[in-house]
């Protein structure tokens, strides 16, 4: 048994009506939509044409969402509907991200995410969805799809159907007959900043600038692109500034007991507290932060618990915040034993620094939503990020502490031979050809958009350059060296979760 | 099948069974007295909830639709608002408006209990009065009008009727007034001029879902009467294969569905079409034997050929040569349109045969001098292919629609209120209502007593300020009640604010032409018909509605029985019997007698469908809200009637027009000195292309467009609706933009010729270049932070009188998040509430049909340094001006007998045939 929509564009007349009554039947705040209605336009005068799309949840029968979520808030039934519980939902937004579609949002008078789940609870008394029964043109069909008698198995089988985002190998169960492939498509619309009978909401009209000003870049002309003319309100960028400190504060932790262990393997500077102690002491109150900012950023941090005590094993949220303590572990344990012990952590605190820095790439190649986010090059990256966190964490840590020179510049020598692997590794995500459109789109934002001062002032010349300039050119330069290394990490960090959030899903 | 992964399943998903056979659209409706199903909120978890589901009409457009209210058993909250699945017109579905209703019911910004103004009228100081002073004062002085004389000083002023006509009309010719005044010349009255000079009947009623093909210069799969249950059969008609088209200068949604979308220059319809009526007739398309027996052709060719023979070919030859001009070539030159086009669309429609369905109601009809010459000519497609009252064709609205008889009807009064229909207007359908601040102006006479209900005319009517003046001088205006839900510009204007129910607050009887069929649907006060149900018992709905926590809401038939009653406590009048029960001899009328009596009596088959269930008439319908009278009612011209028009050797009913056939030839137009439009014509509009210096900035503006979600100023209360649409930016064609240097979002000036209106600019394809449009939905406005208007969909503005006819209006600020019991009100996020066009309009109404003209001549150009959003200047000098020049067009009454109007043409209430006469 599987439950599907088709939307039947041949029928539907833009009219709304299933917007607001899923608003009624399932008291949908305002500024949020479980269901709505696009219109793009297309053609010029007097071969002009307006299209609708009804969009929504797909109900995937491989759904990111569920796979990203860390607590079982949201799960697929075994009749197919993708279905939530707020009561579980710990708010991370998490879902959001895996959603390529849009589909999801916070839901104000509860801070837990909610979506379309196919009027569930009618479907339990024996009644369709409530948008179904409204549409004035039964243009919306729901049923099984596996009951080839059905109304909607007949249509699948009969007519041409289309998905919204295939590629995305999320297999929708909502398809749509008659629809305009552009109306489904936003890499194939031209940014709008208001429409026909409404205003974009300000966050909105941000991102439409900056990726008008990012697709004028772009060779293909206007007349390829439809013209959006309404579409509801989505909430830009569910993840700020706090996620991004996230990675820059996890860097610098992983990176510190990560040096301390190389440098135990590597036998440089031997015996020096700030491999035996203070690497061990930043890792931890790092990871304390990394920690606090992961609470932080919950839209319900009350129920922080939930990812240990009801976890969904699949969730890099999950497996990442497991791999956090145990790093944590690790990092205690180096604290306490005595330095002669610490040969015996080398291994478990290589694994487990690694993991802690890189599971990142996994958490983050699980939000479908971003292709952006979806390159092989981001695991390499978050290890080559640590090891600049750690080694210029470890060079300041070092020169305020009075460690060895040796241990000051052998760290300095790891953050110089760290800020080339990060230079190289920029060049190869940014510079080289992309995946898809969506992905070369927030490149550009990075490389010639809105984050493009930031990118190559702060991130490359300051971050990259000048910082190893310092260490290496200039004679006590390693401190100040090791400052601009950190602060460029951290706005590359930003520009990267910004820019992989700035390209329209739906 | 398994999923392709194994997922997590949720404890509660573990637990699911599957569902046996098939889902339902909706409960059972044996099970309506109480249904259980889950709390959607606490879903996943099963939280039962018990409700009642009772059956009511919307009140938001004209259409009617069905309404099912979910009424909380345990908190008598409504829930929700699903369709009703037995109505026949809506058919268990609704538009976005539909259970937008919750929105209005449930909104934290809606009067509860009657105000009267303190302070000056229009101050905005207000106390709240009991019920019984308000009655108590508004009888006593219409009874001393009454008995004084002044019969002509008392109007009700209405925008939306509830229960159609005859409820209201029973109450005012038992007060023997004629004043019961309208929102129609605003609307439609150029549409129903030409279709009621073709048959008698002002509205068309087309069959969509059996048509082949579908002519519209309507917007009905977005908008309009009766967009929900027209769009379900336009849409059943074009999956079966009809064809489309649209004709509308601005790309509707409609437009985008159709086959085909013509896009004219404003008000050139009836050249498009009279040019497709001589494709039909050159090309021997049309319908000749339905012709040569239903249209009135032989009466032309007596008046109007006498040279020629009284024949059929004789007509076929005048009518070649009479629309010998409108070639394709002509129609291409005057509308923009392809003659190509036109030709093909001609015999799409010519193939169609007698399956043409077509509808004008307001569009191009209500925007251009003459429009109702564009109606008159769609009509005459129809009458040409046959397709009066055929299966797929265009009815006469009157047959798809069943008015049930109320008790004791009685007889109309002997006045004829100037106000209302002065001389100047003869033909006017129908009260010159939108005249009414310059009559007064002129000394045409006083109100001493002015009702407004769910009527808006501050906002709504063209030169609101006009309105402001006129609403404002309490020696013209002496007192004006305002029966509303909510607040309004013209409800700040008012003495009393009487706050009146929605659609699930009150009765009333509802009957439209929404296909090939006669039904009736009941409008019910759902919260007084649940706490009936449990045993409680009340006089009045407004009662219940306080027993359930809605405040002091009355329902407006109870309000007028009341009024009644109190004008005339005694009988002594001859008014008070009209509002005595039929069941209880001498006591006063109790609302559910009346419906009881029209069920009882007035509607064929009910009382025997009511028997087989076991139940009462009432009880039936209060059960499922509706009723069918009659399916597929089709050819109603052609029964047998005594002292019928014999056609075919056989007394038939044929149509209520003189001559009794279709009026090709209207002798009363050529009778009441136009003789020039006695037949379907082309009347160059009073914005035609030819009067435009385009170089100079002169534009058409269309300010009539409707959207989806909104009605008027009716659905201010629903933020749902407000949500999906809140601006109303001008649209124009990028060509128009280039010229003015300007792209979307920048500010636009239109001046018209009594001031202008400052709007954002819409670039689009979607308008012909040289005409802007702007929808008439958005743009309303309060004066104070906290009250007078809705703030979900009001700007707060500042309204100055800068000299005795000069008004600024200039925004504050737009829509804003505020604090109220409802949390979504502090989750706002738009600020925009549109821009009020129509205050910057002169009236312009037509010489014939009465219809405000709405279409501007516009000079558009970028907005000065010192213009802002919104920004509104008017002058009301020069619109009297306006006003006066207008006013000039007409061709005054007498018309033959000294009448004041033809005795045979339509008018709400007509007055008894004595006060015809212009003495």
Known sequence: ????????????????????????????????????????????FPHTRRYFSVLRCNHCDNAPCVAICPTVALYRRPDGIVDFDGARCIGCKSCMQGCPYDALYIDPNTNTAAKCHYCAHRLEVGLEPACVIVCPERA?????????????????????????????????????????????????????????????????????????????????????????VYDAPHAPRPWGWKVSAYLWTKSISAGALMMAALDRVMQLARGDALFDTAAAMVALIFLALTMGLLVWDLKRPDRFHFVLLKPQWRSWLVRGAFILLAYGVVAVLWLLLPAAHHRLLVVPALVLAAGAAGYSAFLFGQAEGRDFWQSPLLLPHLIVAALIGGAASLVLVGTLTGASDTAVLSMAGFLAVALILHGGLLFAELGVTHANTDVARAARLITRGAYRTRFWGVSVVVGVLLAFVAIVLVPGGMVIGA?????????YEDVWVRAGQSVPLS | MTPPVPEPLHPVARELSEPDGGLAAYPPAARWDDWEEYDPVAWPRKVKRRYSLIPTICFNCEAACGLLAYVDQTTLKIQKFEGNPVHPGSRGRNCAKGPATLNQVQDAERILYPLRRTGARGAGQWQRVTWDEVLDDIAGRIRKALVEGRQKEVMYHLGRPGHELVYLQRVFHAWG???????????????????????GMDRPSPDHANARFILLLSSHLETGHYFN??????????????????????????????????????????????????????????????????????????????DLPVTFDAFHTALEELYDQYTPEFAERESGVAAATIVEVARAIGAAGGALATHIWRNTAAGNLGGWQVARALEWLVVLMGAVSTPGGTAPSAWNKTIPAP???????????????????PLAFFEMSFLLPHFLREGRGKLAMYFTRVYNPVWTNPDGMSWIEMLTDEAKVERHACLTPVWSETAWFADYVLPMGHASERHDLMSQETHAARWIGFRQPVLRVALEKRGKTFDLTWQAHEAAGLGQVWEEDEFWIELSWRIDPDGALGIRKYFESPYRAGEKLRIEELYRWMFEHSVPGLPEAARAEGLTPLAYMRKYGAFLVEDNVYRTHEQPEANGVVVDGVARRGFPTPSRKLEFFSKTLKDWKWPEQAVPGYIRSHVHWSQLDRARGEMVLLPTFRLPTLIHTRSGNAKWLYEISHSNPLWLHPEDADRLGIGTGDLLKVATAIGFFVDKAWVTESIRPGVVACSHHLGRWRLTETAGGERWSTALVDLTREGASSWRMRQVHGVRPFASDDPDSERIWWEEAGVHQNLTFPVQPDPISGQHCWHQKVTVTRAGADDRYGDIVVDTEKSFEVYRQWLALTRPAPGPGGLRRPLWLPRAFKPDASAYRLD
């Not at chain 2, 013509?262 to 339905?290: H, K, Q």
């Not at chain 2, 008790?407 to 207007?425: A, D, I, N, R, T």
């Open chain 2, 407 to 425: 008790p004791m009807m009685p007889p109309p009064g002997k006045v004829w209120s100037e106000l209302l229909m002065p001389k100047e207007y």
């Open chain 2, 229 to 306: 249950p027209h769009a379900q059969r336009i849409i059943e008609a074009k999956m079966r294969g009809a064809k489309v088209a649209v004709i509308d200068s601005r790309l509707s949604n409609t437009a985008s569905m159709a086959d085909y979308w013509l896009s004219p220059w404003p008000g050139t319809e009836a050249a498009i079409l009279l040019a497709m009526a001589r494709v039909l007739v050159r090309e021997r398309l049309y319908d000749r034997a339905f012709v040569e027996k239903w249209v009135n052709w032989d009466e032309y060719l007596r008046e109007e050929r006498p």
């Open chain 1, 483 to 491: 400052l601009l290394a950190l602060a460029g990490l951290w706005v």
């Open chain 2, 177 to 199: 007034i004629d004043g019961h005044n309208s929102h129609t010349n605003v609307c439609s009255a150029s549409a129903r001029a030409g279709y009621a000079f073709w048959h």
């Open chain 1, 1 to 44: 048994m599987r439950y599907g929509f088709v939307i039947d564009h041949r029928r539907c007349i833009g009219c709304h009506a299933c917007t607001v009554a899923c608003k009624e039947e399932n008291q949908v705040p305002l500024g949020a939509f479980r269901t709505w209605v696009k219109y793009v336009e297309k053609g010029a």
């Open chain 1, 140 to 228: 919306i069909i729901a049923g099984d799809l596996d009951a080839p008698a059905s109304p909607i198995a007949r249509l699948v089988a009969r007519e041409q159907v289309e998905m919204r985002k295939p590629e995305q190998g999320t297999r929708p169960k909502v398809f749509y007959v008659g629809a305009d492939s552009s109306a489904l498509t936003p890499s194939l619309q031209a940014p709008a900043p208001a429409y026909l009978w409404g205003q974009r909401s300000e966050g909105e009209v941000d991102l439409v600038r900056m990726a008008a000003a990012v697709q004028a870049l772009e060779p293909a002309g206007d007349g390829a692109l439809s013209r959006p």
